[in-house]
């Protein structure tokens, strides 16, 4: 039997990308997925494919930006299986541009959602994991927190935030609650498609021509969550073989 079996996974951004191939497949290895994201309509589709293949899913609508959808997220997930395991902290945005265009709006969209949104999820599941004395954050970053570019700036400060939040979280839970940073490369997402400025888009085509898809990100996760409960996997990098990034 998998130890994935029967965990209770959280997921933020399950409709698409890596948040959907998470669910896919921890769902296939016996775990119960909740499900989060603005398109509803997606998670509804997503749960009814894994319903008819016998599998354990939900589903509630859930902004990041907004700790009480988080907070009603993870207490949705109590209500139904009666704990939360695993809580992948995924949902997020890359409306990349150089500083000069001063597109402050998405600046504070970036940074809501893949900072704030990955706080919300640690403020919504740490106490109650550390009232399980068990649990494990999975807080997916990205090869731009090692590394900045031009048109990436905020983007690339998000993702190092993510690195230093959870970092920070895994020195002071120690023990208990194991917390997994994932940092993928260029992968087959639709994140590309939030970016406004067209000399960022033309740069992220050529970027993105060697991708490897979602699932390889998934497995990463299976990975870092099927470990012993005394085995912490702390930092990730998962990238294409030909990429030069």
């Known amino acids: ?17 890596i948040g959907e191939a998470a669910a896919r497949l921890l769902a296939a290895r016996g775990a119960r997925v ?9 998670l509804q589709t997503l749960v009814q494919e894994l319903e008819a293949d016998g599998r354990q899913a939900v589903c509630k609508a859930v902004d990041v930006t907004h700790r009480d959808d988080v907070q009603s997220l993870v207490d949705f997930a109590v209500e139904r299986f009666g704990k939360v395991d695993v809580i992948i902290n995924n949902a997020g945005v890359m409306p990349l541009s150089k500083l000069e265009a001063l597109k402050v709006d998405e600046w504070d969209r970036m940074i809501d959602v893949n900072i704030r949104g990955v706080l919300h999820g640690i403020a919504a599941g740490l106490p109650l994991m550390q009232r399980q004395r068990s649990g494990q954050f999975i ?51 639709e994140l590309a498609e939030s970016i406004s400025d067209e000399g960022g888009r033309a740069e992220m085509r050529v970027f993105r021509r ?17 470990q012993p409960a005394d085995v912490d996997v702390s930092e990730l990098v998962v990238r294409p073989t030909a990429s030069p990034y």
């Open 34 to 42: 909740v499900l989060g994201a603005r398109r509803v309509d997606r």
């Open 210 to 226: 060697i991708a490897i898809p979602a699932e390889a990100i998934a497995r990463a996760i299976a990975y870092a969550i099927e």
């Open 1 to 17: 039997m998998s130890s994935i079996q029967n965990k209770v996974v959280v997921i933020t951004g399950a409709s698409s990308g």
């Open 139 to 189: 807080n997916i970053a990205s090869i731009g927190a090692y590394a900045v570019s031009p048109t990436a700036a905020v983007y690339c400060a998000t993702k190092y935030a993510v690195r230093a939040i959870s970092e920070g979280l895994r020195q002071e839970v120690g023990g208990d609650v194991r917390v997994t940073v994932i940092s993928p490369g260029v992968t087959e997402s």
